[in-house]
């Protein structure tokens, strides 16, 4: 595809394609992986209801606007979309607000939870108390719970989550260089329902960043652009640095780290298969022992607030 012929202006160079699009082009180029992704990765007899984990950002409301317009007109499938409030007050109000609106004009129920329901935590205060571990490290763990849970109580049969090329190129890059094999396994998409675990579908996964940026501007998606204060001192910069060079130097990359991931997948979960899971002893969601994560990183900061100033 290319639009060297349309009557259209060029709106973007595909670097790893050799491509020039103009809007129209360049939104089906979007769309039409968009579809083949949905196509493969969620089984729409058993799709009854899908929760959209919904930010307010560029990703998480490119994906909610996109499976709204490819599903939203289906009788048999229900959207819901999910949003987390983790409690950074310089931050994620304005996001919500965007979420809330997007929601209004697609017309989706909308469902919000808070790290403080969800754990009595807001993590400006965990900051506060426990400055030495790295803010993600506190943060991932609690919003994947809260996801999970806000998905069980909407009813979903699947979980989708804006994770574009960028993201997951680099949360398997992350696993490779701790050799959590394991971890790498169970990266999604997700074939398989395990008790209590609503499955991920990435319908973005295929679509760079910048791609998935610019399809926002082009379609007149409003979103928060802002950055998350604590996401400085976070691991992924760092490989999301290297790929960014990688890529530069040669495009395509990215899908091809991604298709060779996709190759080696069913071998990893052979060899890893799902842990059996059982119900945490405190908050009853899925764990692999006694207590899942998410408890246990709410005993550190017990431990830590109650230690002697």
């Known amino acids: 595809m290319d639009c060297d012929r349309c009557p259209e202006e060029a709106v973007t160079y595909i670097r790893y394609s050799g491509s020039h699009l103009c809007t129209s082009h ?11 992704e949905i196509r493969r990765q969620l089984h729409l007899s058993r799709a009854r209801k899908i929760a959209i984990a919904l930010s307010g950002g560029k990703d998480s409301s490119v994906a909610t606007y996109l499976l709204h317009s490819i599903l939203g007109k289906r009788r048999d499938v229900e959207l819901t979309a999910v949003t987390v409030d983790e409690g950074i007050h310089d931050y994620r109000p304005d996001s919500i607000a965007n979420a809330e609106k997007l929601c209004g004009e697609l017309g989706i129920d909308h469902r919000i939870i808070t790290y403080r329901e969800l754990v009595g935590w807001e993590m400006d205060a965990v900051v506060s108390a426990d400055p030495e571990m790295i803010p993600c490290s506190y943060c991932g763990v609690f919003r994947r719970k809260a996801l999970n849970v806000l998905a069980n109580l909407a009813g979903a049969d699947y979980l989708a989550t804006g994770l574009n090329l960028d993201d997951t190129v680099q949360s398997m890059m ?53 950055a998350c204060p604590y996401a400085e001192r976070a691991l992924r910069n760092r490989y999301r640095e290297v790929i960014h060079l990688l890529e530069k130097d040669s495009p395509g990359t990215r899908h091809s780290l991604l298709s060779a991931f996709d190759a080696m997948k069913p071998l990893l979960v052979a060899q890893y298969p799902p842990v059996q899971l059982s119900a945490c002893e405190r908050c009853g969601e899925p764990t692999v022992n006694g207590l899942c994560q998410a408890c246990k990183l709410v005993d550190r900061l017990a431990g830590i607030s109650q230690r002697p100033s």
């Open 174 to 226: 992350m696993n490779m260089g701790r050799a959590d094999l394991q971890k790498l396994a169970r990266i999604g998409p997700h074939d398989s329902v395990q008790p209590g675990l609503v499955p991920r579908v990435q319908p973005l996964r295929m679509i760079p960043e910048k791609e998935v940026y610019l399809y926002a501007v082009l379609q007149d998606i409003q979103f928060y652009d802002g």
């Open 26 to 36: 360049f939104s089906a180029f979007v769309e039409k992986r968009v579809k083949r």
